[in-house]
T-cell receptor, first 114, second 115 residues
Framework: AQKITQTQPGMFVQEKEAVTLDCTYD???????LFWYKQPSSGEMIFLIY??????QNATEGRYSLNFQKARKSANLVISASQLGDSAMYFC???????????FGSGTKLNVKP | DTAVSQTPKYLVTQMGNDKSIKCEQN?????MYWYKQDSKKFLKIMFS???????INETVPNRFSPKSPDKAHLNLHINSLELGDSAVYFC??????????????FGPGTRLTVL
């Protein structure tokens, strides 16, 4: 089974609107971390936000928030007030317990329209 | 200051050649990784080193050999390059405190083109 699933290969959003990028994960380990990365067309991988499995509250970082639904095993990224510079590939990732291995989803390409 | 750096950024070479990519991190992290990102943007882990010790070795051809002289450096050497090796190679590092909490930070990537 896939550890990380991103079902939206591509998304469009109007500038200044909010957008949700979906991510579901699969693990039986009670301790894990969930991450989102942004990859703009320039190619670098930029860390955006982290959510720990034991965190009681949803993580937020500026315009980014993570909608963590543990029972559903989902960790959706919400970007508020989209900007043109948000156009990029977005990857969801998970690290299980004390394993030094990160699992990545296939990515979602977000296009922000002016 | 660059946290995770890779050299070179671009590498164009002929089939059959041997090449190396260097990676250095100044974050004091214990674990370093090599990933391959193909043309469809899929990220595949290749290797992981923890304190100079190989801990993850995915099904990667023997032509790929990582070397970690110290915990701040992880180099990737590729022998007898093939067309299918063309990709972007990312180095990354993370602390190793366990409990799934440690963020992984990436280098800028090395775009390898094999002609």
């Amino acid at each position: 089974a896939q550890k990380i699933t991103q079902t939206q290969p591509g998304m469009f959003v109007q500038e200044k609107e909010a957008v949700t990028l979906d991510c579901t994960y699969d693990t039986s380990d009670p301790s894990y971390g969930l991450f989102w990365y942004k990859q703009p067309s320039s190619g670098e991988m930029i860390f955006l936000i982290y959510q720990g499995s034991y965190d009681q509250q949803n993580a937020t970082e500026g315009r980014y928030s993570l909608n963590f639904q543990k029972a559903r095993k989902s960790a959706n990224l919400v970007i508020s007030a989209s900007q043109l510079g948000d156009s990029a590939m977005y990857f969801c990732a998970m690290r299980e317990g004390d394993f030094n291995k990160f699992y990545f989803g296939s990515g979602t390409k977000l296009n922000v329209k002016p | 200051d660059t946290a995770v750096s890779q050299t070179p950024k671009y590498l164009v070479t002929q089939m059959g050649n041997d090449k190396s990519i260097k990676c250095e991190q100044n974050l004091g992290h214990d674990t370093m990784y090599w990933y391959k990102q193909d043309s469809k943007k899929f990220l595949k882990i290749m290797f992981s080193y923890n304190n100079k010790e190989l801990i993850i070795n995915e099904t990667v051809p023997n032509r790929f050999s990582p070397k970690s002289p110290d915990k701040a450096h992880l180099n990737l050497h590729i022998n007898s390059l093939e067309l299918g090796d063309s990709a972007v190679y990312f180095c990354a590092s993370s602390q190793d405190r366990g409990q799934g909490t440690d963020t992984q930070y990436f280098g800028p990537g090395t775009r390898l083109t094999v002609l």
